[in-house]
């Protein structure tokens, strides 16, 4: 079912004078008490991590936690590909009425901005270099974007005029998602002035998953997005977070990437991404590099004490702390938010070496509580490396509306 | 706080999908198409109805007009037959009124005795029946009353008493059809005739017939 809900009325009072009333959202947009969670297109070959929240008795219960077989093809590229429409259902125990589908796409973006640079990516309509080669590859002269392009089509000459300056988009509501220039873009404040998480989507990738779970089946899709978006999410629930007051520093681990977000009062005030650092599985690549393991072997040496894996860590944290300690700074200086713990999450063998780096250098603990600790689980979860479905957690938690 | 400040959701509340097997936009045409369906259902329920009603009404209409033509026409032969009835008692009691005096007129002449002779044997005149009372529409079938009284008499001439009385006296038994036991002597006197020489008596006596009843 389609549901146009009409969310504001805009009154335009005189010629430059105009106030918005806010009217409450409908049904399609209420929070729920019963929702999956799912990281699609993840590089974990296990398949799309996916867990069941359940809000029953006054506390959220983990009511299933598996990893389930990715929809059929892939994410497309370009609108050409979007007529290959897959129809994925989940399993059975995954059949709730809501769906939040978190994506991880190279041409998605999600950071904190400035309302200027919102405005002005979603002027150009392209938010990286990964889109922006994709975008060349695939231009083939047709029509894209409402643009015919032509293939061979020379630069615009040094000396020639320069060409209109492109409409400068409007700056869209908090929370609510606009089209423009081809992308999807949606954006949030910050607890910090002038800052906003701006996440963003090729529009015929939002239209893909939009379309993915088909409609009078359950589970439907309530929410997309970007998987570092639900990332920042995952760590709502965590009795760590509640009991600080929604205070925390969180270092998120994935595969490719190390992020770091601070939370005042359960605001956001800090995103971002550990420059020239990748993840966990860079991480991994210089163990095996370094100390000439097999991949079995990595997670033995993490987390065992047979082996030192210090000359093959330490270069890897190093930059991360650095980054870690601009971060606090950052936080202290700006926000007044000083911690002597931080979350850790995500990362699972090697996360005591990363506290004990960070104690002997920042003198900061870094605690790595399980993903799904604040949840209730039941009986019949068995679930093996939570780490994974840190995403998928996170996506439902936001998908949910949970209060702090 | 609410996670909605984290939560970056890049689908359109226009985009989102029911789960539930039941879809309104399914829905909704169905229910119109029902909902035309039950009303034109209705309606030819109503037609249908309305069209039972009228043939009803006509057939009632019908059998209406037939059962007042049927009552006129009874009501018609029920006068008629009343009219017949009411004939037919007329008749009968004219029947009943019938007086036979031919077998006592035939018999009167053996009891004439020899020394009688009979003048004149007469009825007197029946007071005339108003067939056509005044303000009737017909004429009535019978007499206004239902009861008659005729006088006989009779004259004659004789020798002598004797021979009138032995008449008078063979004249109560038998006769009853011609006459009743109330008579009157009218007159018994001399009369011009002679007979044999001698001077005859004349005489007349009236007797009141039985009573002509017009009744069964």
């Known amino acids: 079912m389609h549901c146009a809900i009409i969310a504001s009325v805009k009154l335009q009072l005189t010629k430059d004078k105009a106030i918005e009333l806010r009217l409450p959202r409908g049904a399609g947009a209420k929070s729920a008490s019963d929702i999956t969670g799912v990281e699609l297109f993840s590089s974990d070959p296990g398949g799309c991590p996916a867990v069941r929240l ?63 640079a919102v405005v002005q990516e979603m002027a150009t309509g392209v938010a990286s270099v990964s889109e922006a080669s994709a975008e060349e590859k695939s231009d083939s002269g047709k029509k894209r974007f409402g643009i015919k392009r032509a293939p061979g089509a020379p630069p615009a000459k040094p000396g020639a005029a320069p060409a209109a300056p492109a409409r400068r988009p409007p700056f869209p509501a908090a929370g609510e998602a606009v089209s423009e220039n081809g992308r999807r873009f949606v954006v949030r404040p910050m607890a910090e002035d002038g800052f906003h998480l701006c996440a963003s989507l090729p529009e015929f990738q939002t239209l893909w998953l939009s379309r993915l779970l088909p409609e009078g089946r359950r589970p439907t899709a309530s929410s997309i997005q970007v998987a570092e978006s639900a990332l920042m999410a995952s760590v709502l629930l965590q009795p760590e977070f509640r009991e600080r007051d929604g205070n925390a520093l969180a270092v998120f681990v994935t595969r490719n990437a190390v992020f770091f977000a601070g939370y005042r009062r359960g ?3 800090l995103w971002r991404r550990c420059p020239s650092v990748g993840g966990s599985l860079a991480m991994r690549a210089a163990m095996r590099r370094t100390l000439g393991l097999d991949e079995e072997l990595v997670d033995s040496v993490l987390d065992e004490a047979l082996i030192d894996p210090r000359p093959a860590l330490e270069p890897f944290v190093r930059p991360v702390l650095a980054q870690l300690e601009l971060a606090l700074a950052y936080l202290a200086g700006k926000h007044g938010l000083k911690f002597e713990r931080a979350l850790l999450m995500g990362l699972g063998a090697g996360a005591a070496h990363w506290a004990t780096y960070a104690e002997e250098s920042l003198h900061l603990r870094l605690v790595s509580p399980n993903p799904f600790e604040g949840l209730v689980r039941d009986r019949r979860v068995e679930v093996d490396g939570a780490e994974g479905y840190l995403v998928a957690l996170g996506a439902a938690i936001a998908g949910a509306e949970v209060s702090l | 706080m609410k996670s909605s400040s984290v939560h970056l959701n890049l689908l359109k509340s226009s985009e989102l999908l ?5 879809r309104l936009r399914v829905m909704l045409p169905v229910g119109a198409t029902l909902a035309c369906a039950g009303l034109a259902l209705w309606w030819g329920i109503l037609f249908t109805q309305l069209v039972l009603a009228k043939t009803q009404a006509q057939a009632i209409e019908d059998d209406l007009a037939a059962k007042n033509k049927a009552h006129a026409e009874a009501i018609q032969k029920r006068d008629l037959a009343r009219e017949l009835k009411l004939q037919l008692e007329q008749l ?22 020899l020394r009688v002779q009979l003048k004149e044997l007469s009825f007197t005149p029946l007071r ?39 008449l008078m006296e063979s004249l109560e038994d038998g006769f009853e059809a011609l006459v009743t036991s109330e008579r009157k002597i009218n007159s018994f006197k001399q009369d011009s005739a002679e007979a044999d020489g001698r001077r005859l008596l004349s005489f007349e006596v009236e007797y009141t017939m039985p ?5 069964k």
């Open chain 2, 18 to 22: 029911s789960s539930s097997p039941v």
């Open chain 2, 92 to 113: 009968e009691g004219y029947r009943a009124g019938v007086r036979a005096v031919g077998a006592p007129l035939a018999k009167l002449a053996e009891v004439i005795p």
């Open chain 1, 54 to 116: 359940v809000f029953r008795k006054k506390a959220w219960h983990l009511a299933a936690a598996a990893k389930v077989k990715a929809p059929d093809g892939e994410l497309p590229a370009c609108w050409e590909d979007t007529p290959r429409q897959p129809s994925w259902e989940l399993p059975r125990d995954f059949l709730s009425p809501h769906a939040a589908l978190a994506v991880n796409s190279a041409m998605g973006a999600f950071a904190q901005s400035t309302a200027d």
């Open chain 1, 267 to 269: 605001e956001p005030v």
């Open chain 2, 128 to 166: 005339a029946q108003v067939l056509q009372p005044p303000g009737a529409k017909a004429p009535l079938f019978g007499p206004t009353e239902n009861v008659e009284t005729q006088k006989l008499v009779i004259a004659g001439l004789t020798t002598k008493e004797t021979p009138v009385v032995s």
């Open chain 2, 211 to 215: 009573a002509r009843r017009f009744a």
